[in-house]
């Protein structure tokens, strides 16, 4: 995703440093492209370029501290350089806010406190604390699991045979096709919602890779999920980070959840920041389902809390976890489970 931006927004890289160099050299996304192991890095590059860090999946000051003792001097998150670009472009994935205060601050020790458990409450102030602070903290209890994101023990015990899973930012299918392969014969029906027309295609072609029996239960839509139904403008192209965007490049339709009349019994939102819209077009659905519920909260301001707290405010009878399934104030995904199911 990070060179796409880069050839996307007109931002010159001269070289790619990677561990595995050596096996992206024949790829051919990656033709033409300077790509580099560590150890074969000129020494001037240490010193006179900025190298802006891409993982998010391991500690970023741990990372910091080994790239400073090869030599680097200018060590920056993608993300946060993304943020300060002087262009005008969708990804938010680096932003930053102030510390809550007053009734905000209430509202993030409402939050706090009604967690399911601690391993929730060290997961939040760690995002808390690299969203506000930009510090990296650290709990030992509450290690984060990068492969477990949307399949965390508690919330695949609830799982049940003839789930009706709606999959809105299904991208190519991924977490579709894990979870079908975690749980086979268990689902009735899956919605998989992605509005960027490269992902869909990609989409459609996973589909078309099921049994015959598996892809009568999976439909596919090419719409997004809003607040409200009409035309939005999405931008497309940005693989991951696709989305609806005020400049972006193309209409798309957009349905509220309780207007298209599904009973899901299970729902996966990674909309890029559209999440709490998308539930808040749904209302009388998670109250008339009351489904499982995984959505991500990384991509706006108000996943620091706000929509936490809708949520814990709107859906009673609910156990909540909030897991961080990267590093950088990413892959967090708050969880939900009934109490009927929990």
Not at 114 to 135: K, P, T, Y
Not at 209 to 226: F, G, K, M
Not at 269 to 286: I, P, S, Y
């Amino acid at each position: 995703m990070a060179m796409t931006w880069c050839r996307r927004y007109g931002v010159p890289v001269q070289g790619v440093v990677d561990a595995s160099a050596s096996r992206w050299h024949d790829h051919p996304a990656w033709l033409g492209q300077v790509i580099l192991h560590p150890q074969d890095v000129p020494p001037s590059w240490h010193t006179e370029r900025r190298l802006l860090v891409c993982i998010s999946t391991l500690p970023h000051t741990s990372l910091e501290e080994s790239l400073r003792l090869q030599g680097w001097r200018q060590i920056q998150p993608f993300y946060d350089f993304v943020q300060a670009a002087p262009v005008s472009q969708p990804l938010n994935n680096g932003w930053a806010a102030p510390l809550p205060e007053g009734p905000y601050a209430r509202a993030l020790e409402f939050v706090l406190q009604a967690w399911g458990d601690d391993v929730s409450r060290a997961h939040h102030l760690q995002f808390v604390a690299w969203r506000c602070l930009r510090e990296e903290w650290q709990f030992t209890a509450a290690p984060i699991y990068p492969d477990q994101r949307y399949f965390i023990a508690e919330f695949q015990r609830c799982w049940r045979p003839g789930e009706r899973v709606l999959d809105a930012g299904a991208h190519h299918g991924q977490v579709l096709d894990r979870w079908i392969k975690a749980n086979p014969g268990w689902l009735e029906h899956a919605w998989a919602i992605e509005p960027d027309p490269e992902n869909f295609s990609q989409l459609s072609r996973w589909r078309d890779t099921l049994d015959n029996e598996t892809q009568q239960r999976v439909t596919l839509h090419e719409l997004v999920l809003s607040r409200r139904p009409g035309l939005r403008q999405f931008v497309t192209g940005q693989g991951y980070g696709s989305r609806l965007w005020r400049s972006g490049d193309r209409q798309v339709v957009a349905q509220s959840l309780d207007e298209l009349g599904w009973s899901p019994s299970f729902i996966k939102l990674h909309l890029e920041g559209g999440e709490w819209r998308a539930l808040q077009g749904g209302v009388r659905t998670l109250h008339r389902t009351r489904p499982l519920l995984a959505l991500t909260v990384y991509h706006r301001r108000d996943g620091l809390y706000a929509t936490a707290h809708w949520l814990m405010t709107h859906l009673p009878n609910y156990r909540w976890l909030f897991r961080l399934h990267g590093w950088l104030g990413t892959a967090a995904v708050i969880y939900g489970m009934p109490q009927e199911r929990a």
